[in-house]
């Protein structure tokens, strides 16, 4: 009679499940101990990149070697370990072989450097035929080799079968069992992967500059001090650059170079230089920040902003690529407000309000004038907004101001009210309203005064 023998896997433990004379249940033994993983290479290094190079040519034959570093080989990871295995006696139970350990990856290879750049000074463009230029990048670094795996346990036989028997042949409680036990070899460890190459450096790239000097960086704006435009002047500039190509051609044979390479085809220049023709002190400004900007071609030029706090009167004067901004005039702001009330002074016809210019700068600018006359009720003092009756608001004509230097009288007397009205100890409240201006500017002062009329 043959006897069925059946084997469930369950998850990592295997069942052997005996449908002759019995059935047991046997739990799988790990034979062995799994070999360690092995170690990851390490990454290669990149390779440096060439520094630019910049030479002023003349004809004489020349070979530069700019090639960018080669990348380092990644290093190669490590073999896996194998399983330890120990010696295998007659089994007795299910068992399961112990794996070997996974190879480790071999490291990246790094990348090559990239070439140098060059930047060639040549009044002459034939110059360039005398040199031998080799800017290639560097080849990237191999990768390393992935480690092998190490071996499993294995098993001496797959099978084993051990037949074990109950009471003496011929009694009647005599019986037999077979048990069938079976043994799984480990598996192999998987071998490390290989690293990837590096990328190879970028060809280093060419300049050509058609000039004799070294050329300076573009100065396309600038914040400069009224003292330094003064002194020195400033100047903005920009070069003008066209990409071509057919650079190797250009070079020797044998030159490597990207194709498409930059050529210097102008430089713009373009300077201010304030000129101080006023008698103003310079001092007082000389501090004050100027704002220039390089105007575009094909108009060229400079722009350039003054600061909003002083008010100037300019004129250009412009000769080739220089431009003399000429201030003629020049004040503050804060300088047209400082108006200041000295004193009222007689009555009736005579009625005048007297005014100081603190920053004596009235013969600089214009003057409008306008204001609010109110007069008390009566005249027993001082008396509440609401108990004042307005006489009078509106522009002073110019020919009721006069001016003596920072001095300003204004006949009050003469407006259009009854002179009789503004008589003596009479409360009085004025409120001037200033503006004053010089071309486009312009700012605006309000004053307040209250008093009683001719009293000393």
């Known amino acids: ?40 290479g390490k990454d290669g290094e990149n390779g440096q990149n060439r520094d630019s190079l910049t030479i002023f040519l003349d004809g ?6 700019l090639t960018g570093q080669k990348g380092f080989k990644g290093e190669d990871g490590t073999a896996g370990e194998p399983a330890t295995c120990p010696p295998q006696d007659q089994i007795k139970e299910n068992i399961q072989g112990a794996n070997g350990g996974s190879g480790g990856n071999g490291g990246n290879g790094g990348d090559g450097g990239d070439g140098g750049s060059v930047n060639l000074y040549a009044t002459n463009l034939s110059y360039l035929k005398q040199v031998v230029v080799n800017a290639t990048g560097g080849s990237g670094g191999s990768g390393g080799s992935g480690g092998s795996g190490g071996s499993g346990c294995t098993c001496l036989e797959p099978y084993v079968s051990i037949r074990s028997c109950k009471g003496n042949p011929g009694d009647s409680d005599y019986s037999c069992t077979t048990e069938q036990f079976r043994c799984l070899a480990g598996r192999n460890g998987a071998n ?33 001090s009224l003292k330094q435009l003064k002194e020195n002047g400033y100047t903005l500039s920009k070069n003008i650059w066209e990409t071509k190509g057919g650079a190797k051609a250009l070079f020797a044979t044998g030159s490597v170079v990207q194709d498409q390479y930059r050529f210097l085809v102008n430089r713009l220049e373009y300077s201010l230089l304030v000129v101080w023709n006023t008698s103003r002190s310079f001092e007082r400004f000389a501090n004050q920040i100027v704002t220039l900007k390089l105007k575009d071609e094909p108009k060229g030029g ?81 008396r509440f907004t ?61 004053l307040r005064y209250e008093n009683l009329i001719n009293i000393k």
């Open 1 to 40: 009679m043959i006897k069925k023998i059946q084997l469930l896997l369950v998850g990592s433990v295997l069942f052997l499940l005996n449908s002759g004379l019995s059935a047991e249940v046997r739990a799988q033994q790990i034979l062995g101990k799994d070999g360690q993983v092995g170690i990851n």
């Open 60 to 65: 004489t034959p020349l070979t530069l070697d």
């Open 192 to 224: 490390g992967s290989n690293g990837r190459a590096g990328k190879d450096g970028r060809t280093g790239n060419l300049t050509v500059l058609n000039l004799n000097r070294p050329l300076l960086e573009d100065q396309v704006s600038a914040s400069i």
């Open 302 to 382: 400079i722009d350039y902003v003054l600061p909003k706090e002083v008010w100037w009167q300019t004129k250009e004067q412009k000769q080739n690529n220089r431009t003399d901004l000429i201030v003629y005039n020049a004040l503050l702001e804060s300088e047209a407000t400082q108006l200041e009330i000295v004193q009222l002074l007689g009555k009736e016809a005579g009625l005048t309000l007297n005014l100081v210019d603190k920053a004596n700068v009235s013969d600089l600018v214009n003057s409008e004038w306008y204001v609010t006359l109110k007069l008390a009720r009566s005249d027993s003092g001082f």
């Open 386 to 446: 609401e108990e004042y009756v307005t006489k009078y608001e509106g522009i002073i004509p110019p020919e009721l101001i006069t001016r003596s230097k920072d001095r300003f009288i204004i006949k009050l007397g003469n407006l259009p009210i009854n002179p009789q009205e503004l008589k003596t100890g009479l409360g009085i409240s004025i409120e001037l309203k200033i503006k004053r201006s010089l071309d486009n500017y312009s700012a605006e002062q309000r």
